[in-house]
């Protein structure tokens, strides 16, 4: 007698673990960032995408900046496999570098502008 066994391919694909970076691929980002802060960045999406154009094991998508002001500069970038079905796991990272006119607040500093 054959037994029927069924498959949740849903629990199936929940299993799978999504795509990473590499701590490489997260410094060399880090990198663009902190070489582009403050100066021109209408190269750097570029430069992100050039970066990852000829590496196929790391299933990247795209970048975007959210912020380049001032205070901050931030790229999101989105690693996993392309399309929008429900068995694909996106990854997103967000990189920040503070701004060289933007100050690291001081240890205690909110609490001297009280006084």
């Known amino acids: 007698m054959a037994t029927i066994r ?6 199936v694909e929940a299993q799978k673990s999504a795509k990473c970076l590499t701590i ?13 802060v403050g100066k021109n960045t209408s190269t750097l999406i570029s430069q992100i995408n050039s970066y990852f154009e000829f590496r196929e094991d790391s299933q990247f998508q795209g970048a975007s900046i959210i912020q380049d002001d001032k205070n901050w500069l931030k790229v999101k970038l989105h690693v996993g496999n392309p399309g929008c079905t429900a068995f694909n796991k996106v990854t997103s990272y967000q990189f ?7 100050p690291v607040p001081t240890k205690f500093s909110h609490l001297r502008n009280n006084n």
């Open 96 to 102: 920040k570098i503070r701004h060289p006119e933007n």
């Open 24 to 36: 490489r691929e997260r410094q060399v980002i880090r990198n663009l960032l902190a070489d582009t």
């Open 6 to 11: 069924f498959i949740d391919s849903m629990d």
